[in-house]
């Protein structure tokens, strides 16, 4: 019977232990070694000083390739000075999906598939090498203004996100403990009922 109510407990106490996951970024150098990019990054060094650039990509996607072999091998070395490229892999990484929907939905945008770049409140969904300048632009603007808009940041601090967060994790915890509780009771009345 011992054996049993300490199953019970832990069956119990496991939804608040397994469902308390974030979004898990990866930096540059993480991501070129990932997609198998060769690199010299021994200019770029990653600062607080420094605005930070979003990469929400897919491992294997061709356009987000691309990008980071741009950013690796030309924008760090034309503007590395102002940015950090903080990626999120969303293919593969449920968290980090739901993550770019929620920064595409904040800023009015429709996150339709990868490379979803955001530079500040500014989008870029999709890449082609038509977009560098702009971009460079885009960067040194934030780099240059006294808001450093910062969408991530702004989403951990904005009330109204964090309660729509907090709402969706607080009903996935109940379903969650409902379901425990209802295998415990049945585990625990078998027992009952075998003795």
């Known amino acids: 019977m011992k054996k049993i109510m300490a199953i019970l ?7 608040t232990i397994v469902f308390a996951k974030e979004p898990e970024s990866m930096s540059l150098e ?20 420094k605005v930070n650039v979003y990469l929400f990509r897919g491992k294997g996607c061709s356009h987000c390739y691309e990008f980071l072999e741009y ?21 593969n990484n449920e968290d980090n999906k739901e993550l770019m929907d929620k920064v595409a939905e904040y800023l009015g945008e429709e996150a339709g598939g990868v490379p979803f770049i955001v530079i500040g409140d500014k989008v870029f969904a999709g890449y082609a090498e038509s977009m560098n300048d702009e ?5 040194k603007k934030l ?18 996100v964090k309660d729509k967060k907090k709402s969706k ?14 295998v415990a009771l049945v585990v625990l009345i078998v027992k009952i009922i075998k003795k």
Do not use: H
């Open 9 to 15: 407990l832990v069956l119990l106490l496991m939804p």
């Open 30 to 49: 993480d991501a070129l070694k990932e997609e198998e990019i060769e690199y010299d990054l021994g200019d770029y060094q990653e600062s607080d000083q």
């Open 71 to 91: 950013v690796s091998k030309d924008l760090i070395k034309e503007s590395g000075e102002y940015f950090n490229l903080v990626t999120y892999e969303v293919w």
């Open 135 to 139: 971009m460079k632009e885009a960067i």
């Open 143 to 160: 780099y240059d203004s006294e808001d450093r808009y910062d969408v991530i940041k702004k989403l951990e601090t904005d009330p109204s």
């Open 169 to 182: 994790n607080d009903s996935t915890m109940t379903v969650v403990f409902i379901l425990f509780a209802s």
